[in-house]
């Protein structure tokens, strides 16, 4: 039983993890929204599947990825932008927008119940109302904006982004877009001739150049919204183009060369079959669509398809239920002393990192890029890099203790994860300066892992400090191992943060002329830095000893946590690229938490209940 | 036998003690940025032996914490002395003493770069050519000989000399400049919306038609000081003339659009506040500069200068590419890719000239290995003890 226990254990983890593993698939008789969600599309400047796009729009716009509709029904956001997107006026209706601000509401004279998603409909009589309030939030600098302000503001991008998203495949009031295209068709040869005719001051038909100026008015409008662009380059037929266009655009181009891409003619004949609710020819168009991708763009689909199976596999929140598991089982084996237990928690926690390894490599393959480029990919990575300090601990001491505090961390950085993706695209573009794999791949890798041991270092101290002052568990030789841990643990953050900051002075010199401008992010680099040396600095003197240590390597936590999401707050330098308002209640309760650890370490030796007993 | 002095220059509550006011002093620092420039933080905190409080520039202060420059020097003088004191040649030691020595490049390296290093901008237009970048934050004032038929002679004097009550004077000048007021930072209002009592600026040129008004030093990060100084400009008595008269006083500041000047000795002369200049013997053409967004976006995707480099004294002429983390370096200046205005047509470059540049990377190589072989030995070591303990 022994021996066997962690495998049982582990195979029962596995089992999950496969049966939250199954694909999608198509139901016959229903709408082909598998195939729909897999198509690629470029917008926001990379190229993803529709169904990344209908996550990330809902997320900004719902602030979840699912949507209960009035009836009780819920829909996923594949489905939801299969609406907004084919069947514009349908989705009108849902209860898209989430509004939390009591004093916007306000603004429509609306007071504030139960109710906090509203309808496009709804909301649509103070669009000029909200689009001016928003104007106005603009100048204001992001750190100094009132919550009213950044929730209107925040309305406002919701708007705009769900008015560019319905008109980007078809036009919201088109009946029949097929038939309009070709009525469009059609008319171009006469239209030209009018407008040529007009311009030498020939007398022409008044109504005939009218109808064509409608066509080329509604789709430079269209072009101009647009959010997605669908339509891939073409070097081959008629109208050539080598960028990926808008529908828009393409209808545009057409003036020219008198022909419109084979993608918009699918996407007007899929968007007609849906707003028809014809489900045959949907998913038989969708399919065409589908294939024609498949041959023309192969790279892109196939990018796209891993995306999508990516999204639905969602390896982090998989990984976040193992860590979970991982900690209990490694707490039931500290309760009943029981060994094998700590076995299976180590098990599971190799199973743990690699779904978290899986989903860290393919976020890499699809961005082509090093693992951290914003803030949510920093809190990936440093519970990836946690958990790996924790498994080798583990490998050593065999106590729990590294498996324990790995899967705590790796647990909450993903949640930390979980809740910077609201923004939107985790993938997103860089920006210039930024666009530079070998610093990415060097100076932000070794900072991340510097944070990563920061916080090990930090949890190992606050497992000694818990322990040992409120259970009488903290024997001698635990306490010693402890102790090793979390020096050993310094010192490797002591090399990480000094190399990753100096790398870091040393891109800002390649790239901006100095090499240390005391921006807030590279002085909050610094003083992990300064409290490193600090820590080992006053060991090595004797000033400080074992609970010394653990006390500085808690106030550790503080100081990356300032240096990791504080330093952001702050509003101002060059790297403030991810601000929110919202993680600041955490943050100081975090520290704050942090704080009360160091009061309670530092309560006499004789008080501890492990010392108590043992001496 | 080393003096008490000398343990104590060595020893390691010195280390202490200065690392932890190093860590206060960054904090505060950083805090501070949310109120006040970068520029105006780093002065306050970072470059000063001390920080004064209260941090206004006139009256009575005290010193309330050692700055960033009395910290760093005590630190590498305790680098060093510890050093000196503690140096033995073992291979277990070997890493402690390459980090050591590699902290000691790199605080001397930061030392030099702020005493040495000067950091410009050349604005370029598409078309332009310059020979010369501007300072960020001094001026100079300029005095400008027109009559020479090709090219025009000027005089800069530096900033730092325009205090009230200065004589200027330089033999390309026929005349003496006595500075009767400067402003480091002012606004400029004409005279008839500043009410009746006020009084003109100045009594020649738009001076005679405007109030200028002093205003604190500004300290957002994306204010910049408006410099105006008013000057009197009166004549060298001659052996001719034996009365030098004042030809009157002028108003010059970088607000007004119209040039200031007056004619005098037969020449016409142009009066100018402008950014210091760093002449260069060679000299830079902007031939196009492109700014790349992500297709679909704002986003940028890259900026990018394309300009010809002409050095007669190295007989060099030829075409360089200065874009997002590719700068260019010549002749110990390095040229970056800062900026960009007029609509995406021309390009701001960051002319940096910083002799010590070396000294980071050199340190981080040395003090990484350094860490790397310390806690290598360290980890090695613990291990050997920790497979004994598991053997028993």
């Keep these: 039983m022994k021996k066997t226990l962690p495998w049982i254990i582990l195979a029962i983890a596995l089992l999950w993890i496969a049966s939250n593993s199954r694909l999608p698939k198509n139901i016959p008789g229903e709408l082909d929204l598998v195939t729909f969600g897999k198509i690629p599309v470029l917008s926001d400047g990379r190229i993803k599947p529709l169904d990344t796009v209908g996550r990330n729009a809902l997320l900004i716009i719902h602030g979840k990825q699912s949507l209960k509709l009035n009836d009780g029904r819920s829909i996923d956001s594949t489905r939801w932008l299969a609406d907004v997107l084919f069947n514009a006026p349908v989705a009108d209706q849902y209860p898209s927008f989430v509004i939390n601000n009591p004093e916007v509401l306000g603004l429509f004279g609306w007071e504030q119940n139960t109710r906090k998603y509203f309808s496009y409909t709804e909301l649509n009589p103070f669009i000029e109302k909200i689009d001016g309030q928003g104007e106005k939030v603009e100048g204001v600098e992001s750190a100094k904006r009132t919550p009213y302000q950044t929730a209107v503001y925040n309305l406002r991008n919701s708007l705009m982004l769900y008015q560019r998203l319905k008109n980007s495949i078809r036009p919201e009031s088109a009946q029949d877009f097929t038939g309009e295209i070709e009525a469009y068709l059609k008319a171009i040869p006469g239209g030209l001739e009018a407008i040529k005719k007009q311009q030498k001051g020939e007398k022409i038909s008044q109504k005939e150049l009218d109808a064509f100026a409608q066509f080329t008015g509604r789709y430079r409008e269209m072009a101009e919204m647009a959010y997605l662009l669908p339509v891939p380059p073409d070097s081959t037929g008629a109208s050539r183009h080598d960028e990926w266009l808008s529908i828009g655009a393409s209808l545009m181009g057409a003036l020219a060369t008198d022909s419109i891409p084979p993608v918009t003619k699918a996407y007007a004949l899929i968007s007609d079959a849906y707003h028809e609710g014809n489900v045959t020819l949907f998913n038989q168009q969708m399919n065409d669509l589908s294939s024609w991708m498949v041959t023309h763009e192969p790279r892109p689909t196939s990018r796209s398809a891993f995306e999508y199976v990516f999204n639905q596999l969602a390896p982090f929140y998989q990984a976040m239920g193992l860590y979970v598991l991982a900690f209990l089982l490694v707490c039931c084996s500290w309760l009943f002393g029981n060994r094998s237990l700590n076995t299976a928690a180590f098990y599971v926690l190799l199973l743990a990192l690699a779904v978290h390894t899986f989903g860290l490599g393919s976020r890499m393959y699809l961005q082509g890029r090093p693992p951290v480029t914003n803030l949510y990919s920093s809190a990936i990575f440093i519970g990836w890099g946690t958990v790996i300090i924790g498994l080798i601990l583990e490998r050593i001491f065999r106590d729990g203790v590294g498996s324990a505090c790995a899967a705590v961390i790796g647990f909450i950085t993903l949640i930390i994860a979980h809740h910077l993706a609201g923004s939107g695209d985790t993938l997103e573009m860089l920006q210039a300066v930024l666009d530079t794999n070998i610093w990415l791949a060097t100076h932000v890798v070794c900072i991340t892992i510097g944070y990563s041991a920061m916080y090990f270092a930090g949890t190992l101290a606050a497992i000694y400090v818990v322990r040992g002052v409120l259970t009488p568990s903290l024997k001698r030789e635990s306490a010693q191992a402890l102790y090793r841990m979390t020096y050993g643990v310094i010192c490797f953050a002591t090399l990480f943060s000094f190399v990753g900051t100096v790398l870091g002075g040393i891109w800002a010199d390649q790239s901006w002329g100095r090499f240390w401008g005391w921006d807030p992010k590279e002085n909050g680099a610094l003083l992990i830095v300064l409290w490193c040396a600090l820590i080992l600095h006053a060991r090595l003197g004797g000033y400080i000893r074992e609970r010394g240590v653990m006390v500085m390597a808690l106030f550790g936590n503080v100081i990356t946590s300032f240096s990791w999401f504080g330093v952001n707050m702050l509003g101002v330098g060059l790297h403030s690229y991810g601000f929110m308002n919202k993680a600041l209640p955490w943050l100081i309760g975090f520290m704050l938490s942090q704080l009360a650890l160091m009061v309670l370490a530092s309560i006499p030796l004789t008080r501890w209940r492990s010392f108590q007993q043992n001496d | ?392």
């Design chain 2, 1 to 392: 036998m080393p003096s008490r002095f000398f343990q104590f220059l060595s020893s390691l509550k010195l280390t202490i003690v200065c690392l932890s006011a190093a860590l206060v002093l960054v904090f505060v620092g950083t805090l501070a940025q949310v109120n006040f420039g970068i520029h105006e933080v780093q002065e306050r905190y970072f470059q000063s032996l001390f920080v004064w409080w209260p941090s206004g520039s006139q009256g009575f202060k005290v010193p309330v914490f050692p700055g960033g420059h009395l910290l760093g020097a005590i630190l590498l003088i305790n680098l060093i002395a510890a050093h000196v004191r503690r140096f033995k040649w073992s291979w277990s030691k070997i890493g402690i003493q390459m980090t050591h020595a590699g902290l000691i490049i790199m605080l001397l390296g930061g030392l030099f770069t702020d005493l040495f290093s000067v950091e410009s901008f050349m604005k370029l237009a598409p078309g332009e050519t310059k020979n010369y970048s501007e300072d960020s934050r001094l001026m100079e004032l300029a005095v400008i000989d027109e009559s020479g038929k090709e090219m025009d002679k000027v005089t800069a004097i530096p900033e730092g000399r325009l205090s009230p009550g200065a004589v200027i004077e330089h033999e390309s000048l026929p005349f003496r400049i006595i500075i009767r007021s400067f402003y480091p930072n002012s606004r400029i209002q004409s005279l008839d919306k500043a009410g009746e009592k006020a009084v003109p600026a100045a009594t020649e040129g738009v001076g005679a038609q405007a109030v200028v008004t002093q205003v604190p030093r500004a300290t957002a990060q994306n204010d910049r000081d408006l410099e105006s100084v008013v000057v009197e400009i009166i004549p060298i008595p001659s052996a001719t003339e034996v009365t030098a008269q004042s030809l009157g006083t002028w108003l010059i500041s970088d607000q007004l659009e119209a040039p200031q000047g007056f004619a005098y000795a037969g020449k016409s002369w142009r009066l100018v506040m402008r950014p210091a200049r760093y002449y260069k013997p060679y000299s830079l053409t902007l031939q196009k500069f492109t700014h790349e967004r992500y297709p679909g976006t704002q986003i940028p995707k890259n900026f990018a200068s394309h300009a010809v480099l002409i050095d007669p004294e190295r007989k060099e002429n030829r075409d360089v590419l200065i874009y997002m983390n590719h700068p260019l370096r010549y002749r110990s200046e390095t040229f970056f890719q800062s900026g960009f205005m007029e609509n995406d047509t021309a390009t701001i470059l960051q002319d940096v000239y910083n002799p010590s540049f070396v000294a980071p990377y050199l340190a981080c190589v040395v003090v990484g290995l350094g860490l790397l072989i310390q806690f290598s030995f360290h980890f090695a070591g613990f291990l050997r003890r920790r497979t004994n303990i598991l053997a028993q």
